[in-house]
């Protein structure tokens, strides 16, 4: 019986759906990045110049960074039963995460899509992974 994963994914969450037979299993991870940098008070607030600003944000960038490869590797590590990934998500992580698995021989070859998609209920997500699979496999 195969294992189908559906994956929901920006940098704050990611739901995994996966689906064997008529079992339907699902999973949520949250990412634990920070934010994206804000640097408070106005320009050149309490004398700080905006080159220490532009070197704050660069590393905060950097971390942030290193928290989302974190938090794709977790998400990895739940995929080794799957026969078929299919990875949605609305913005940029999706094709990050796509990417991150390309570096995993094991599971490159297992990917079928990258595709955009909005957030949704976790029903509704459900629904779009099984609907996704029965036309994969109708078209094979």
Same mark, same amino acid.
């Given at each position: 019986?195969k294992?189908?994963t559906a994956?929901?994914?920006d940098?704050?969450?990611?739901? #995994?759906?996966? &689906?064997a037979g008529e079992t339907v299993?699902?999973?949520h991870?949250?990412? =634990? @990045?920070?934010?994206n940098?804000?640097?408070s008070?106005?320009?050149k ?6 080159a ?10 950097e ?8 938090f794709y590797?977790?998400i #990895?590590s739940? &995929?080794e039963r799957a ?8 913005? =940029? @992580?999706?094709?990050?995460f796509a990417g991150e698995?390309g ?7 297992k990917?079928?899509?990258?595709e955009t998609?909005e957030r949704m209920?976790?029903?509704?997500f459900?629904?779009?992974?099984k609907a ?9």
């Open positions: 019986m294992n189908n994956i929901w994914i940098h704050r969450e990611a739901v #995994i759906v996966s &689906l299993t699902i999973e991870l949250q990412s =634990e @990045a920070e934010s940098f804000k640097p008070g106005g320009w607030s309490g004398g700080t110049s905006v220490q600003s532009v070197v704050k944000e660069k590393s905060a960038e971390s942030r960074m290193h928290q989302y490869h974190a590797r977790r #990895i739940l &995929l026969d078929v990934i299919a990875i949605f998500g609305p913005g =940029e @992580a999706k094709t990050e698995i570096k995993t021989h094991d599971l490159r070859d990917i079928r899509a990258v998609c209920t976790e029903n509704q459900v629904a779009k992974a996704f699979f029965i036309s994969e496999k109708q078209g094979k």
